[in-house]
């Protein structure tokens, strides 16, 4: 049974830094993309970051490119976001997701795993 499990989400002031981590089970994690998504409140889900199967591309959304950071360790198979110069509109709850085949997307039809989403809330 594959399972990915966010942690990391929390309370964090404006300009502040969060580490958001994701571990997978139950996949071979190296054999797949991954990628970050978010669903801030009244909101739909959109795309914040991707990455490939080797862990070499990267991809982001216009909105978060510069202050955000994806990595993967396949050793111990988890996915990782770095977020750094918080703002308030960052607040949303963040999703990790595994592709459905090893191809990097930014399209969540593309993605077949999901995690249980962690909150990330930003104070002003």
């Known amino acids: 049974q594959v399972q990915l499990v966010e942690s990391g989400g929390g309370l964090v002031q404006a300009g502040g830094s969060r580490r958001l981590s994701c571990a997978v089970s139950?996949?071979?994690?190296?054999?797949?993309?991954m990628g970050w998504f978010r669903q801030a409140p009244g909101k739909e889900r959109e795309f914040v970051a991707a990455i490939s199967v080797n862990g070499v591309a990267t991809y982001y959304a216009d909105s978060v490119k510069g202050r955000f950071t994806i990595s993967k360790d396949n050793a111990p198979n988890t996915l990782y976001l770095q977020m750094s110069s918080l703002k308030p509109e960052d607040t949303a709850v963040y999703y990790c997701?595994?592709?459905?085949?090893?191809?990097?997307?930014?399209?969540?039809?593309?993605?077949?795993?999901w995690g249980q989403g962690t909150q990330g809330t930003v104070s002003s």
């Open positions: 997701a595994s592709s459905r085949a090893p191809v990097t997307s930014t399209l969540e039809r593309n993605y077949d795993y």
């Open positions: 139950g996949r071979t994690f190296s054999w797949y993309a």
